[in-house]
């Protein structure tokens, strides 16, 4: 006899992820180029020694170095195995079946799943032109059933920033019974003045008693911890104890603690590893558009190439040269920005694909 499972479950897709033949020059997960700091393994390894033990359940050492960073009550910081756990958590907080989450699209793919993981109705919401949040659109989709809305910033795939105006304009548009979630995951690649820095945001609107607003960041990105799954979360009280109450028990381990206390403690090498990406990405922008190719601006630490229906044929000339970028079949292209290395063998394979009128 089958067993009784959730048949709204029977459809889905599941996290996409990909095998990475040896050997292939990875540019499609949007992780650093670079390996840990030595202070950070050096804390790894310190870790390492107590894992006989379970990790401590309230992250609190860690949780109080963010809180410092943010100039935050600790009581205002979560943590999470990753940002998308968090995600995840915000997402059982605030919606069943019959609810609404809403978010941007083509944005992070994890948002679908975790509204239909859930039961809620996942609404797509497409984005502007220029490959940034349509918030107008974002705030006139919210009806009596959205309980979430994901705002992705620096978007995940196509870069775009927003400002702080149109999100202040967008975050009163909302009712303040429906739980925005600002997710920053890129947030220490953004070098545009006008950007709303959503920490210090939350921070000061949950001062002012103002409940709906979450600020994402994660560990996984400029941090460089993506294999320790670590993120984090600013957001009111209220609520920040209501996802504590919900997290699994023990899901943030002992060495991913240590090395994201450790990642706090060495700022300054990582701020300068950031620069670094950045100033790839400027380069690996300018050469591509010399191309001829549509790359908007991006904020985060990779590209959009808008390829349309090109896209999978793109990814598959790239992965015929050892480069692999991530395809959204119809429309377009992620390359995550790597090294000068990586950057230049995606290049070499750019320049070998030909494709009449593929910038148009
Ligand atoms: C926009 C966005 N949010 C959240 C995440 C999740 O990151 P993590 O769970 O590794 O913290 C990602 C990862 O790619 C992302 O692109």
Known sequence: MPVRTRPDLYGLAGFKTVPIPAGTTELASNELPFGPLGSVRAAVARAAGGVHRYPDNSG?????????????????????????????????????????ILFPRPSF???????????????????????????????????????????????????????????????????????????????????????????????????????????????????????????????????????????????????????AVASLEADQELRQRCDEVVEQRELLRGELVGLGYRVPESGANFLWLGLGRHADLFRQHCLERRVLVKSFPGEGVRVTVGNATENDRFLSAVREFELPGMAS
């Open 109 to 259: 793919e994890a948002y679908s799943l975790i509204a239909r993981t859930v039961g809620a109705t996942a609404r797509p919401v497409p984005l502007r032109p220029d490959g940034r949040v349509d918030l107008v659109a974002l705030a006139a989709a919210v009806n009596d059933r959205t309980r979430l809305v994901f705002v992705c910033t620096p978007n995940n795939p196509t870069g775009g920033v927003l400002g702080r105006a149109e999100l202040e304009k967008f975050f009163d548009a909302v009712p303040e019974d429906v739980l925005i979630v600002l997710d920053e995951a890129y947030w220490e690649f953004v070098r545009y003045p006008d950007a709303l820095d959503g920490m210090a945001y939350v921070r000061d609107q949950a001062a002012a008693g103002r409940d709906n607003l979450v600020a994402l960041r994660t560990f996984s990105k400029a941090f460089g911890l993506a294999g320790m799954r670590i993120g984090y979360s600013l957001s009111s009280e209220d609520i920040a104890e209501r996802l504590r109450r919900l997290a699994l028990p023990y899901s943030v381990g002992t060495v991913a603690q240590a090395a």
């Open 60 to 100: 609190r050492l860690l949780r109080e170095c963010l809180a410092d960073r943010f100039g935050a009550p600790v009581t205002q910081v979560s943590l999470g195995a990753g940002s998308i756990a968090l995600c995840l958590q915000l997402a059982q907080l605030t919606s069943a079946p019959g609810d609404e």
